[in-house]
């Protein structure tokens, strides 16, 4: 058996642990302040609007997709709709992790296969676990306007990247009061030998908030009174951990 316990139980008891049905590691909304800030920078960086809340179940009021009635949700940005059919050249419906990788070139920024992995692991299809169809691909789009938001909030001399102590503020404004050891196993998967400060590029920051926020989901399901402990068998720990740890090598 394996326990495990959080720190700052109420923190974490009175977010509920939201979550969003079309966006399975979508962190949750920042501060009122902050997606006002971002409003005003979506004419600069338009790839903020294509990540807004997708908790009303739409993306807006936009014509819907070629693709139909079962491809992207009524009212997706044409934006992604197109990132989507400009790497699906086989017209299939679908795009693999390769096509991925392309697509998302075009809106943020070429991810690391690693972290494309992963994100089919979160976002895959129930119909084809090695491809994902717009549904997911959308999902998933929105998803990163999430994360994109929470890192400039936080990479606060605008560096483009994250240091340890921004990567705690950022986590912990989610909910997550990440033990100091545990931040630093986490921050030395990124360090590349050369002796200097580590820090995330947005790609490896997707990578780590992911796998934090997804295995933090999975231990709810242990412990739905939110005590911040919950008992587990061997298989079951198992089950839960090694997804994440093979699912995108």
């Given at each position: 058996m394996a326990s495990s316990g959080f720190e700052q139980k109420k923190l974490a008891s009175s977010r509920h642990y939201p979550s969003h049905s079309f966006a399975p590691s979508a962190p949750t909304l920042p501060p009122e302040p902050y997606e006002k800030q971002q409003q005003q920078e979506t004419e600069t960086y338009p790839y903020n609007h294509h990540g807004s809340p997708p908790s009303h179940g739409h993306y807006g009021q936009h014509p819907p997709s070629s693709y139909g009635q079962n491809g992207f949700p009524a009212g997706t940005n044409p934006y992604v709709v197109r990132a989507f059919e400009m790497v699906d050249r086989d017209r299939s419906g679908f795009i693999d992790e390769n096509e991925l990788q392309q697509a998302l070139s075009s809106g943020y920024e070429r991810f690391n296969i690693r972290t494309i992995r992963l994100l089919m692991f979160l976002f895959k299809n129930p119909h084809d676990s090695l491809r994902i169809g717009p549904r997911e691909f959308a999902a998933l789009w929105s998803c990163l306007g999430h994360w994109r938001a929470i890192f400039e909030r936080f990479d606060r001399d605008r560096s483009g990247k994250i240091d340890l102590m921004e990567l705690r503020d950022a986590l912990f404004s989610l909910g997550y009061?990440?033990?100091?050891?545990?931040?630093?196993?986490?921050?030395?998967?990124?360090?590349?030998?050369?002796g200097r400060r580590v820090e995330l590029n947005f790609d490896s920051f997707v990578e780590c908030g992911m796998i934090v926020k997804g295995l933090t989901e999975k231990f709810k399901e242990k412990d739905p009174m939110y005590t911040g402990s919950a008992t587990l068998t061997y298989d079951s720990f198992m089950s839960i951990v090694i997804p994440f740890l093979v699912a995108y090598d």
């Open positions: 009061a990440i033990p100091p050891s545990v931040l630093q196993v986490i921050i030395s998967k990124y360090d590349n030998g050369s």
